[in-house]
């Protein structure tokens, strides 16, 4: 019985951790990598601009012109040209559903 009790217990804890990350969405993933510079979640602290609540298009925008060299930068150049236009608008749908 305590057996039982123990592996019920251990499957219902396996399935809270799958749910868990269940709840990272792509953008999210993805949006990881800009937390460095723009803060968590896109909230910065710095000079860097914050990201979070910036429209998907904006941030669309300004991605592609880093991609294209129309737009100069130390590091946005070579991370945008890393990633695809749907990449991009992964992030940028992340970043334009959170809170400044």
């Keep these: 019985m305590l057996r039982k009790l123990l592996l019920t217990a251990s ?3 396996a399935t809270g ?9 792509p ?3 993805l949006a990881a990598t800009c937390f460095n510079c723009h803060g ?3 909230v910065s602290t710095a000079a860097i601009p914050s990201l979070a609540g910036r429209t998907a298009a904006s941030i669309m925008e300004t991605m592609a012109e880093y991609k294209s060299g129309k737009r100069t930068g130390t590091l946005m150049p070579q991370i945008a040209k890393g990633y695809t236009d749907a990449q991009i ?8 559903q959170q809170k400044p």
């Design 11 to 13: 499957l219902l804890c």
């Design 17 to 25: 951790a799958v749910q868990a990350a269940d709840r990272v969405t």
């Design 27 to 29: 953008g999210q993933s």
């Design 40 to 42: 968590p979640h896109g």
């Design 89 to 96: 608008q992964l992030i940028a749908t992340y970043f334009a």
